[in-house]
């Protein structure tokens, strides 16, 4: 059976998954290609949105539109604090290579800076 249409489900999931991911509100609209007050109109469960918005908000989240109606499941994403899930959203695209080279430009700048910090 499927999940009862709650614009204030459907509103708590967009934005649960929208932190998870690391996106801010401008950031999910423009990669639904809407404008950024609908993302809030719809977060505060003040509009629902259509058939075809809820597929293009749930593309741009990179989840299943189920995913964002009736009461939220668990939805298989590990949970980070915002600036974290910005990172991960900011590599998730990669192959691994490229994660490999993040990952130790990463390790090298952080070296630098408690060398950088030691040496004050």
Known sequence: MAAPRDPKHIGVNVRR?????GLTQLQLAEAAEIVD???SRIERGRMEPSAELLGRLASALKVRADDLLGPMKDPGRPTHRPAIARLVAAVDGLDDGQVDDVTRGIRLLLAAGRRSVRSR
Not at 17 to 21: F, K, P, T, Y
Request: overall charge positive; aromatic content about 0%.
């Open 17 to 21: 998954l929208r932190v998870a991911a």
């Open 37 to 39: 007050a609908t993302v």
